[in-house]
């Protein structure tokens, strides 16, 4: 669909990703968007500080229910297709880039089938974002040359998991974990399994560029020790790699909002 509009238009879906978390860090599109359109559907992993700043009559969570429910995705499709067909402009809104484990690509498929008009709006990924802020570079000329995206959270009804640890663990490249916390113990002990060598530099980091941002360091055969002496909970993303060990050279020196120069926990 068209990136050129000016205004949020009436009956349009915007399937937008809010970056990181951290609101300036929304692209300038995104911000605009947000100020301007009808209504928000939103799940909780936008970040508190960009949640909190959208009026209250014009947002519509859609995340986790009381009792840990999920709102299912085929509601959120329904949804979207009905407010677009009341003329109303609507935010999709969603943490990090809506195309990188967001499901975007989902309702992009059903909006398109239903024939409702709609434009992507791509955003930092947290991927990326959230070991940046903690000083962890994905790539670097001395240590990685490809960088490789993982989802560790993948659906349910998977007779068994389409990740190749085994090739993971031989590309020799950086391996960032989103959503993996709760399966951490499983995907270290699948790639020590594999071949990789127990003391590969690991870094999690907590809530990249939200409030109270933590780090929590060790190798792949301390981490999940590590994890757990420092309490570490999602959202966070998992850096896999010996640029992970760049990060003690660096963070001393490195200034920014989120807390990212104090460790939450390590295990050397």
């Known amino acids: ?130 070991p940046a802020v903690a000083g962890i570079p994905v790539t670097h000329r001395d240590h990685a040359s490809s960088v490789s995206f993982v989802t560790g959270h993948e659906d349910p009804t998977k007779a068994e998991s389409a990740v190749d640890w085994d090739a993971l663990a031989a590309t020799g490249g950086t391996i960032v974990v989103l959503m993996g916390v709760g399966r951490l113990p499983d995907y270290t002990t699948a790639l020590l399994e594999a071949g990789m060598a127990p003391e590969t530099p690991v870094a999690l980091v907590e809530r990249g560029t939200w409030p109270g941002q933590r780090v929590a360091t060790g190798t792949l055969e301390t981490i999940v020790d590590a994890r757990d002496e420092a309490g570490i909970e999602p959202p966070a993303v998992t850096v896999i790699g010996d640029v992970a060990g760049t990060r003690e050279s660096v963070v001393e020196f490195l200034q920014n909002d989120y807390g990212a120069a104090g460790d939450a926990g390590a295990g050397e």
């Open 1 to 130: 669909m068209s990136g050129n509009a000016i205004d949020a238009e009436p009956g349009t879906v915007y399937l937008v990703g809010s970056g990181p978390g951290d609101p300036d860090l929304l692209t300038v599109k995104a911000k605009r968007l947000l100020e301007e359109c009808d209504v928000v559907l939103h799940d909780k992993l936008p970040g508190p500080e960009i949640i909190d700043r959208l009026p209250e009559d014009r947002r519509e969570d859609v995340g986790k229910r009381a009792g840990g429910e999920r709102t299912p995705q085929s509601e959120i499709n329904e949804r979207l297709v009905e407010l677009a067909r009341e003329g109303k402009s609507v935010v999709r809104l969603k943490g990090g880039d809506s195309f990188v484990f967001g499901r975007g690509g989902e309702e992009a498929e059903y909006l398109a089938a239903h024939e409702v008009p709609f434009e992507v709006v791509p955003a930092v990924t947290s991927a990326i974002a959230a």
